[in-house]
């Protein structure tokens, strides 16, 4: 005899047996008991939740010749027949198939003809959405007042997609996905009839694997059954469905919140060896970060997306990260999500989206709720709490005024500062000045106030790529009044690379023009020990070692040359802009 699947082997044969909907079968079973049975159902849920199970079951009861209250006898000649799928008074259509107004017309035609062996013609619509427009309009009037011998039961996993005129004339009943321990039951059950060895962390795993659709959990539990001879390991599992072991996840978390790169490019390869699909490793990614927030927030261990018996080692691993970096991951994962769909190269993506967080030294500045809308930009202290949503203003009552340089509030998303926000309020007397007297250190200070706002900026553009490559540069200096030094790690010469190449390079200088409302470029640099005798002097500030550079030297070249042809004589023309914006503000 050939061998019949698990799932369909174990599909229900009696109210009893159905898993999960216990307000549709009860609903139904009144519906028997009382002969109120309606002429249209629509049965909408998630794919595995029973909705075509049910609708069988509603069949045979309706069909039963020895039915006991609401319960089919599935013994009968018309419950046998159902049962295998020859009954001529049971159609069954898919209507992903057979989705034209030439099916409907035909089915519509067919409701006149009596029933054969049962007292009605049921017709099971399945994927009903799939229909077209014309279908459902021919399906319209016989739904209305079909003739009495008739039931349609019309199931969907996109109700959304039904017009509301055959909705309205249906009487509709959700199907919600199974629980965990719901499905962990129904597999002990059917394990122990078929004489399958199953591991109870093994069974835990499935049930999460399925994602509440009971279908898919037994059909992974045949599937584990063939690769185990019979025994399901945890192991056995893993090995199936392609997951990561939590040993990797751990790895992987620990060298992110550690700023350990290099850790974490090996974590990475050692997936990509071992053939993972990236897709899915940042979706697991996520849902790590996710299960590490619940632990550490004291939520139900039932909702955890890993097996619950991993608990203990995951609620140790919390204990020693914080919480704003679990939610900056857990962003992350979902953005390298989002971008790895059509990406030519995802390993890449996913790559440069993590080592994004993996900042050598810079694990506060990693560490910020991205996820909080009241988030303005601002660095998070130890404390794991946002700083309040506050207008920052780069103000030093004993400093010359710096023309251009009034407060900006500082949000996420940072629009260009308004003619009005980049004039002083106070009368002050307006003469063209070079943006170096204003002191390379308030220009400094300025920009590192907006470095983190320019950060979301480029993130909000889609400028994904700048992005990364300028995440572990740091502004520490200003050279020739309006060139922003930025330094990079030794072991970030490619970032440094990328940024200094000149499509990134103007995009960052745009952007960064804009927030600090100056005309600004950048120049990137390595991390290398600084001359001896620095004593924080201005000169010292503004410029870092770079002499021994050639990179960084032939760049400063052409920014200067650059700036020289585009606004003439050195010494007037980076402030001359602001300049004139504020004395026309004044005599206008």
Known sequence: MPYQVLYRA????????????????????????????????????????????????????????????????????????????????????????????????????????????????????????????????????????????????????????????????????????????????????????????????????????????LRDA?????????????????????????????????????????????????????????????????????????????????????????????????????STISRNFLFALMDAAARAVSEMRGASDPKLVLELTLLGLARPSQQTEVEMFRGDPGFKGAPLDKSDKPYTSQEQRVEDPGSTALVGFSGVEVRGESPEPSQEDRTDKGPVTVQPVNVSLAGPEEILNRVKSVWDDLLNVLQKRRLVKARAYLLPGKPVGLRDGNVVVLKFPATYTTHLEQVMVPGTRKSIETELSKLAGLELRIVAVPDEPEASGSGGSDESVAKPNEEDNPLVLRASELLETAARKKSGPPGTHVDSRPARRDTGKRTG
């Open 218 to 318: 037994i059909s992974l539990l045949d599937l584990c059954s063939a690769y185990g001879r019979g025994k399901v390991t945890r192991h056995d599992v893993e090995d199936v469905l392609g997951t990561s072991p939590l040993e990797f996840m751990e790895k992987l978390v620990r060298s992110l919140a550690a700023g350990d790169a290099r850790e974490t490019l090996r974590a990475l390869r050692e997936m990509s060896d071992a053939g993972k699909d990236f897709f899915q490793l940042a979706q697991e990614v996520g849902n790590f970060a996710k299960d590490l927030i619940l632990l550490k927030s004291g939520g139900d261990l039932s909702e955890l997306t890993r097996p619950s018996d991993e608990s203990r080692r995951m609620r140790e691993l919390a």
């Open 10 to 213: 174990w599909r229900p044969n009696s109210w009893r047996q159905v898993v999960g909907q216990k307000s549709v079968v009860r609903i139904l079973e009144n519906a028997l008991l009382e002969n109120k049975v309606s002429h249209a159902y629509l049965f909408s849920g998630p794919r595995g939740t029973g909705k075509t199970t049910v609708a069988r079951l509603l069949a045979k009861a309706v069909n039963c010749k020895n039915r006991q209250g609401a319960e089919p006898c599935n013994s009968c000649d018309s419950c046998s027949a159902i049962q295998n799928g020859t009954s001529v008074d049971v159609v069954e259509i898919d209507a992903a198939s057979n989705r034209g107004i030439d099916e409907i017309r035909g089915i519509t035609e067919s409701t006149r003809y009596l029933p054969v062996t049962g007292a009605y013609k049921v017709y099971i619509v399945d994927e009903v959405h799939m229909l077209t427009q014309e279908a459902f309009n021919a399906l319209l009037k016989t739904l209305e007042e079909p003739p009495a011998h008739v039931i349609f039961i019309l199931a969907t996993t996109a109700p959304h997609r039904i017009p509301v005129t055959i909705t309205s004339r249906c009487q509709r009943m959700d199907f919600h996905k199974l629980s965990v321990g719901e499905i962990c039951e129904r597999l002990g059950e059917i394990a122990s009839s078929e004489g399958i060895d199953i591991e109870p962390e093994a069974r835990d795993a499935l049930a999460r694997a399925a994602e509440g659709s």
